[in-house]
């Protein structure tokens, strides 16, 4: 079975319960893949943790979930140690980072300090507790939902802990008929129930390992090098992409070309996950919000000043 075929069987398991999020499931894979993590930003109801438990059954995934609400503790998250007397010894009892998949439900519902206690997890894959290093096992993947700012409530996520996210994406409405299919499949059984697991753990490492041979040619690193710079010189823009955003994009790139299975990295890979992975990386002036820009737009001027390179890029 080719990697594109594992890939093609659990966005296919997918879409037994996500109707009409395609793109969505694919953007979930893709970030998986490369190694990265998903923020999910909604108005609840919308499908967001469901498609993190598709997700992890379609891979039998150790499947963690984090209610995220104002009084939760980084203890809640980590782990803690607890004294065991008859041992007169401490010991450790890991906390819901210790999985493959973890849902981070509604994380912008808890405080600043418990939202930092998953930095070092997301970014280095290992958490310390008591002076001691641990590492978590992989893979790893968390995608953490969010309901919009302006929600009561809720805690704005802070920019080292944004910056984290490999992609930053929004679910949508289904349309009337979607909907409709929803309730149709929802009738008689619960179809998340009836997922079971079409890729093992030890063939998506092989698919992780294997996205690092994707080809992307000089001209393409050039390219996306250009667009986040761009970013940093526009006069709309306070703080602009940082070299761990373009890095970023880069994986996500060679991740989604071997999702359609190519070997190479074009410019339109480029373009079109540019806007969700720049996105959340970027803070504004506020001239601009006053005059109604947005990040997206400030991203497609970006990609349409930039000279594409596809007159001298290598495809293969």
Known sequence: MTHKEMIEKVLTNIEKVMIGKRNIAELSVTALLARGHVLLEDVPGVGKTMMVKALAKSIGADFKRI??????????????????PREMEFEFRPGP???????????????????????????ESTVTID???????????????????????????PEAQLDRFLF?????????????????????????????????????IE???AVTEVKVDNTIKSYIVECASQTRDNPYVYLGVSPRGS????????????????????PDDVQYLSPFVFGHRMI??????????????IIERILMKVRVPVDKVQLK
Do not use: H, W
């Open 284 to 297: 504004l002036r506020p001239e601009a919000k006053y005059e109604g820009v947005s990040t997206s737009e």
């Open 207 to 209: 698919l992780q390992k």
């Open 131 to 157: 002076g001691e290093t641990m590492r978590i096992p992989q893979p790893f993947f968390v995608m953490a939902t969010q309901n919009p700012i302006e929600y009561e409530g809720t805690y704005p996520l």
């Open 247 to 266: 890095l970023a994009l880069m994986k996500a790139c060679q991740a989604y070309a071997m999702i359609k299975g190519r070997t190479y990295v074009t």
């Open 67 to 84: 209610q995220f609400t104002p009084d939760l503790l980084p203890s809640d998250v980590l782990g803690v140690s607890i004294y065991n």
């Open 97 to 123: 980072i210790m999985g493959n998949i973890i849902l981070a439900d509604e994380i912008n519902r808890t405080s600043p300090k418990t939202q930092s206690s998953l930095l070092e997890g997301m970014e």
């Open 168 to 204: 930053k994406l929004k679910m949508g409405y289904p349309t009337k008929l979607e909907e409709i299919e929803v309730l149709d499949r929802a009738e008689k059984a619960v179809p998340i129930d009836t997922l079971e697991t079409v890729v093992s753990l030890e063939e998506l």
